[in-house]
T-cell receptor, first 113, second 112 residues
Framework: EPEVTQTPSHQVTQMGQEVILRCVPI?????FYWYRQILGQKVEFLVS????????KSEIFDDQFSVERPDGSNFTLKIRSTKLEDSAMYFC???????????FGSGTRLTVV | SQQGEEDPQALSIQEGENATMNCSYK?????LQWYRQNSGRGLVHLIL?????REKHSGRLRVTLDTSKKSSSLLITASRAADTASYFC????????????FGTGTQLKVEL
């Protein structure tokens, strides 16, 4: 079964620091997503990425956030200046084509102190 | 209420019993999906039902969809202790691209 791999599994960072969360998606999937889940809350959509560009983003995904596919395979989420409220589990997800089920990674737990 | 709300919030049953979880949503959808999440782990896709389908089966899972009531149910038959997890419904809305809107989840505990 193909997997989505996320690294690191857990990251602790100082408030104001930049973090980069990494995802190795499934190679033949076309759609890429980042979601986050604050402890005890709903899973929230951040951004979708298709054909090497952002196709949709949520209100959460402000100027502090960016996504890239730096080498055509890895998929990264960067938070430029972290805030305490950015503490959450961040999930990368892939979709082979639209309107199919997603494959989620196991997540990165980000703790901002 | 918000898009994608499940009830009950928590459900505790004995192994071998059936577990039913419900989900309500507000907007028109393309499809509705159910995911499972073990504590502190990623989400695992269980089943997808399209807006023109009414019922779907996969192993011990049965999903129904009533678009007139904007609701869905997930039935797990003959539950096992290993089914203990949180279960989320997620909708892909018409005109909403392919993003998913998740519900609040049902925490299922299956006891031996």
């Amino acid at each position: 079964e193909p997997e989505v791999t996320q690294t690191p599994s857990h990251q602790v960072t100082q408030m104001g620091q930049e973090v980069i969360l990494r995802c190795v998606p499934i190679s033949n999937h076309l759609y890429f997503y980042w979601y986050r889940q604050i402890l005890g809350q709903k899973v929230e959509f951040l951004v979708s990425f298709y054909n090497n560009e952002i196709s949709e983003k949520s209100e959460i995904f402000d100027d502090q956030f960016s996504v890239e596919r730096p080498d055509g395979s890895n998929f990264t989420l960067k938070i430029r200046s972290t805030k305490l409220e950015d503490s959450a589990m961040y999930f990368c997800a892939n979709q082979p084509r639209g309107r199919f089920g997603y494959t989620f990674g196991s997540g990165t737990r980000l703790t901002v102190v | 209420s918000q898009q994608g709300e499940e009830d009950p919030q928590a459900l505790s049953i004995q192994e071998g019993e059936n577990a039913t979880m419900n989900c309500s949503y507000k907007t028109s959808i393309n499809n509705l999906q159910w995911y499972r999440q073990n504590s502190g782990r990623g989400l695992v896709h269980l089943i997808l039902i399209r807006s023109n389908e009414r019922e779907k089966h996969s192993g011990r899972l049965r999903v129904t969809l009533d678009t007139s009531k904007k609701s869905s149910s997930l039935l797990i038959t003959a539950s096992r202790a290993a089914d203990t997890a949180s279960y989320f419904c997620a909708t892909s809305s018409s005109g909403g691209g392919n993003k998913l809107t998740f519900g609040t989840g049902t925490q299922l505990k299956v006891e031996l």
